[in-house]
């Protein structure tokens, strides 16, 4: 469960939704499905939430999905079996083990209070995807879209982990 940074009053506020409660439970899923989708682009956490990640470690390595808040356990692969592991250094985001394996982590991660800068974001294309609901991309009879919200122009791409 995520404790999700935009609220749907939030959301209905920034869309100028006033007394109508019809499709809450509709804006209640495209806040929820755009913070999955801004998740997944900038490979952060906007909420708070539990990861469990199976990493393939050799040495230091920077934990998927943070800012992590705390570590709850590491465990080693032991052929089968998971064996805990209590030598280990948390600095920031990044897990150092003291020796090469598969390891499997578990944290708590997400901005505590999710930067405003994201949270418009989401209410960005929270509104967008509601008042395009329907829709398909432009098709040759010029019904539909022409196209989605410029991602260039979205705050979430200066919070875009850069893998190399």
């Known amino acids: 469960m995520v404790s999700e940074p935009v609220s749907l009053t939030e959301a209905k506020v920034w869309m100028r939704i006033k007394d109508f409660t019809d499709d809450d439970a509709l804006v209640t899923d495209l806040v929820k499905s755009t913070r999955r989708h801004l998740e997944r682009f900038t490979g952060l956490s ?6 469990e990640a199976i990493l393939d470690i050799e040495d230091d390595v920077e934990l998927p999905y943070g800012p992590v ?4 356990s590491v465990s080693l692969r032991n052929g089968t ?6 030598e280990y250094v948390l600095t920031g985001n990044t897990l150092k083990v003291y020796g090469k394996g598969t390891y499997k982590v578990r944290y708590q991660a997400g901005y505590i209070g999710c930067p405003d800068d994201l949270k418009t974001d989401i209410k960005v294309l929270t509104a967008w995807q509601y008042e395009n609901r329907g829709l398909k991309l432009q098709s040759e009879k010029g019904k539909g879209v022409s196209e989605f919200p410029h991602w260039n122009l979205l705050n979430a791409r200066l919070y875009k982990k850069v893998v190399i």
């Open 46 to 51: 906007f909420g708070t939430k539990t990861v």
């Open 69 to 72: 808040q705390s570590l709850t």
């Open 81 to 86: 079996a998971w064996e805990a592991v209590t």
